[in-house]
Nanobody, 125 residues
Framework: QVQLVESGGGLVQPGGSLRLSCAAS????????AAWFRQGAGQEREFVAA????????TYADFVNGRFSISKDIAKNTLTLQMYSLRREDTAVYYC??????????????????WGQGIQVTVSS
C-alpha cells in the first residue's frame, strides 16, 4: 500500500519561506516522476512543480517564477518543495503526488495515481 504524507506547512508572512516535505512508504520516489499540486479555496487543483524519475529534469507552473524548487532525496525517500518569496495568492492546500507509470516531469494531473492527504499553507500578515 502506497502512502504519501506531507509535512512542513503552516502560516507564513508575505515574503517568507517554507519547506514542504513528502514522505513515501510502499513505493520509492526513484521509480517514476513526482510532483506538487495545490488547491486554493473554491478553486481547481493546479500544478505547481514536477521532477522526473532520474531527477534530471524539473518543470514549474508559470506563477512560480523562480520562487520554488522541487527535489527528491532518494535515500530518505522524500520529495521536497522549497518555497521562497511567498505571496498571499500562494495560500492553498498543497498535495504531493507520485506517478506509477510516467518518468518525465509531467504537469498533467492524470499522470499521478498516488496522492497525499494535503497540507495547508497560509500566507498572511
Amino acid at each position: 500500500q502506497v502512502q504519501l504524507v506531507e509535512s512542513g506547512g503552516g502560516l507564513v508572512q508575505p515574503g517568507g519561506s517554507l519547506r514542504l516535505s513528502c514522505a513515501a512508504s510502499g513505493r520509492s520516489f526513484s521509480t517514476n516522476a513526482a510532483a506538487w499540486f495545490r488547491q486554493g479555496a473554491g478553486q481547481e487543483r493546479e500544478f505547481v512543480a514536477a521532477v522526473s524519475r532520474m531527477s534530471d529534469y524539473s518543470t514549474y507552473a508559470d506563477f512560480v517564477n523562480g520562487r520554488f524548487s522541487i527535489s527528491k532525496d532518494i535515500a530518505k525517500n522524500t520529495l521536497t518543495l522549497q518555497m521562497y518569496s511567498l505571496r498571499r495568492e500562494d495560500t492553498a492546500v498543497y498535495y504531493c503526488a507520485a506517478s506509477s507509470s510516467v518518468d518525465s516531469a509531467s504537469s498533467y494531473r492524470g499522470d499521478y495515481e498516488y496522492w497525499g492527504q494535503g497540507i495547508q499553507v497560509t500566507v498572511s500578515s
